[in-house]
């Protein structure tokens, strides 16, 4: 019986080809293709996630060396539970400061607007320009003729007395 043999790999070219070598040399290119990935995944990560994971990870250490225990003495407690804002806190509006709830919308800045039923502002690229066609202007005139004949018809029938 014949032993078995090594089985002989060769490229286009007809040359030998070392296997063990491609695969060692395919190995690093996985390794090196997954350390590219791995390093585009830390940037993919944003700025302020990575800062808040190092900012838990130092306060896990200084609460690696305080006392199991917390004491009413614990100004770092005291601290945070004074910061906590609670839904249901009838003293909270007089103890903290005010805080602006995000960024504001533009408001309308320029001549006065005229009136409407709704007592709705204009948007804040409102040009100034009325381009109605005159009927809430009749609809107040109107509701102002209505009071003021009520309130003369009143004062006639008063001024008898």
């Known amino acids: 019986m014949v032993a ?3 089985t002989v790999y060769r490229d286009v070219s007809g040359r030998r080809i ?16 997954e350390e590219r990935e791995a390093k585009k995944m830390e940037w993919g990560k944003g700025l302020v996630q990575r800062e808040e994971a190092e900012e838990r990870k130092r306060e896990m250490e200084r609460l690696r060396t305080k006392e199991f225990a917390r004491t009413v ?13 609670r839904w249901n806190d009838p003293a909270a509006g007089f103890l903290t400061k ?6 504001r919308k533009p408001e309308y800045t320029g001549p006065p607007p005229p009136p ?13 320009v009325d381009r109605g066609n005159g009927f809430e202007n009749k609809l107040f005139q109107r509701q102002n ?10 004062s006639w029938s008063v001024d008898d007395m």
């Open 18 to 33: 070392d296997t063990k070598a491609e695969k060692a040399e395919a190995a690093r290119r996985k390794r090196e293709r």
């Open 73 to 85: 003495e614990d100004v770092d407690l005291n601290r945070e539970q004074k910061e906590q804002m």
């Open 145 to 154: 003729e209505r009071k003021r004949f009520g309130q003369e018809s009143y």
């Open 4 to 6: 078995a043999q090594e």
């Open 116 to 128: 409407n039923r709704f007592g709705i502002k204009p948007g804040y690229r409102w040009d100034g």
């Open 98 to 103: 005010k805080s602006s709830k995000g960024p």
